[in-house]
């Protein structure tokens, strides 16, 4: 019985969702000069490590579409990788917690040099009055500048996954190395 009333729901209620972006021509060209780019400076495939430092997950669920065909960032050279020690960039999302705090610092340390920090979305770049939504309090150290040396900053809530992919070209091309 329940699952007839379920399905009256979902004939009911009929597709609510958003439709897909519009290709846009200009990203495939810059596609292959971050590709160039990539290469010349590495030499090789960037690798990123996620690190979630205690955000509301926004930010991970645009990761997730640049990480789609729509996107396709590993078609530009830019993979995630599960290890610290295996990065040339760390991606940070949220305020950083109290408990996350050590943990930050150490995965940072663990990044061999040259290694670069994006701090992605209002919370890790400390965007508004307080430094985000959340600021520095007695369970937050506020943005991820108050804790690791951050490169470039993406700000948004959540930040678009074109702004993601030019705050990650921002900081392999012109930010600071180590």
């Known amino acids: ?5 379920l399905l ?7 597709i609510v969702s958003e ?5 846009d021509p200009a990203l495939r060209t810059r596609e292959q000069e971050l590709q160039a780019e990539i290469l010349k400076v ?3 495939a960037v690798a990123i490590r996620h690190v979630d430092a205690g955000s509301c997950n926004g930010c ?5 579409a640049i990480n789609g065909p729509q996107y396709n960032i590993e078609g530009m050279g830019v993979k995630f990788a599960a290890s610290p020690r ?3 960039l760390l991606l940070v999302t949220g305020p950083v917690s109290r408990n996350l705090e050590t943990a930050l610092k150490r995965t940072y340390d663990a990044t061999p040099e040259p290694k670069w920090v994006v701090a992605m979305g209002d919370c890790a770049a400390g965007c508004g009055e307080a430094g985000g939504l959340f600021g520095a309090n007695y ?9 690791i040396p951050v490169d470039v900053e993406v700000p948004g809530c959540p930040p678009t ?3 993601l992919l030019a705050g990650i070209l921002a900081a392999v091309s012109g930010g600071r190395a180590g």
Do not use: R, W, Y
């Open 1 to 5: 019985m329940a699952t007839h009333l």
């Open 8 to 14: 009256q729901k979902i004939f009911k209620t009929g």
């Open 19 to 23: 439709p897909a972006p519009v290709a």
């Open 42 to 44: 590495f030499g090789q």
């Open 60 to 64: 991970e669920l645009e990761i997730h």
């Open 86 to 88: 295996h990065v040339d």
């Open 139 to 147: 369970a937050s150290c506020g943005k991820i500048s108050n804790v």
């Open 161 to 163: 996954p074109e702004a």
